[in-house]
C-alpha cells in the first residue's frame, strides 16, 4: 500500500530491506539499520522498512510482493558481511547460488542458478559512485564491492535487478544492494548501528537526488 501524504495523494516511496538473523546469530544489524529509517522522510520520500527471511526459496517471494504492494522509487536491499569493515555499495550480482552454510529452512544450494534462463549478471542501477563519494564526506567508512558472495544476500540482489529488468509494473524503479558490518560484539571488524543508519540515510539521498552517477574511481586491483 502506498503511503498517503496529508493531501490525500500517494507519497512516493523508498523500500529498505534487511535480513532476520542468520547462521547462528540472535541478531542482524541489516534489519536493525534499516528497520531505524521505517516512516523517516528522505528528499521527499517515506522509506519504508521490511524484513526479509534468510531463505533462498521465500526471500525472493517476498520481495517480489513488496514491491507491488508498495511500488518504490527506489529499492536498496541491506544484508550483513561478517568481516567487512565499510558499508560495501554492491556493483554486481551474478546468477549463482552456491551457499557455503544453509539458509534458515536448511537448504543449501551448490552451484545451481538464481534465476533459470537468466543473465549471467546485472548491475546496480544506483548511483553508487555519488553514494559513495557522500558517505565519506561525512565520515563513514564505505567501499564500492565487486562481489555480494554467494548465498541469500546475492540472491536477493540479483532478484531485484531481474525484477526491475523484465516486469512492467517496475518501470521506473531503481535498486541495488548494500552489506553492513557487523555488529561490535559480533566480531571484528565492525560498525556501530548509529554509523550504519546514518551511512543508509545518506545513501537513499543520493540514490533519490542523482540521476547520472559520477566518474569516480573505486575500483581494486584484486
Excluded at 38 to 55: F, M
Excluded at 115 to 131: C, E, N, W
Excluded at 180 to 190: C, D, M, N, Y
Aim: aromatic share 4%; proline share 8%; hydrophobic share 45%.
Amino acid at each position: 500500500m502506498l503511503a498517503a501524504s496529508p493531501l490525500g495523494i500517494p507519497a512516493p516511496t523508498v523500500l529498505l530491506t534487511g535480513f532476520d538473523p542468520f547462521g547462528g546469530e540472535t541478531v542482524n544489524p541489516s534489519w536493525l539499520a534499516v528497520q531505524a529509517l521505517h516512516g523517516r522522510r528522505v528528499a521527499g520520500h517515506r522509506v519504508i522498512a521490511a524484513q526479509l527471511p534468510t531463505v533462498f526459496d521465500a526471500a525472493p517471494q517476498r520481495l517480489q510482493d513488496l514491491l507491488r504492494a508498495h511500488r518504490p522509487a527506489v529499492v536498496i536491499c541491506v544484508g550483513q558481511a561478517g568481516g567487512r569493515a565499510a558499508l560495501s555499495l554492491e556493483r554486481v550480482a551474478i546468477n549463482l547460488n552456491d551457499a557455503r552454510i544453509p539458509d534458515n529452512a536448511g537448504a543449501q544450494p551448490i552451484d545451481t542458478p538464481t534465476a533459470t534462463g537468466g543473465p549471467t549478471a546485472y548491475f546496480s542501477t544506483l548511483p553508487i559512485k555519488a553514494m559513495l563519494l557522500a558517505l565519506q564526506r561525512r565520515g563513514v567508512p564505505a567501499e564500492v564491492s565487486q562481489t555480494a558472495g554467494t548465498f541469500v544476500c546475492n540472491q536477493v540482489f540479483y532478484a531485484l535487478m531481474h525484477l526491475l529488468a523484465t516486469q512492467n509494473e517496475a518501470k521506473g524503479m531503481r535498486g541495488g544492494f548494500i552489506h553492513v558490518p557487523w555488529l561490535p560484539g559480533q566480531g571484528t571488524p565492525s560498525m556501530p548501528l548509529e554509523d550504519m543508519v546514518t551511512g543508509l540515510r545518506l545513501s537513499v539521498r543520493a540514490a533519490l537526488t542523482t540521476r547520472q552517477d559520477l566518474v569516480h574511481g573505486a575500483g581494486q586491483i584484486s
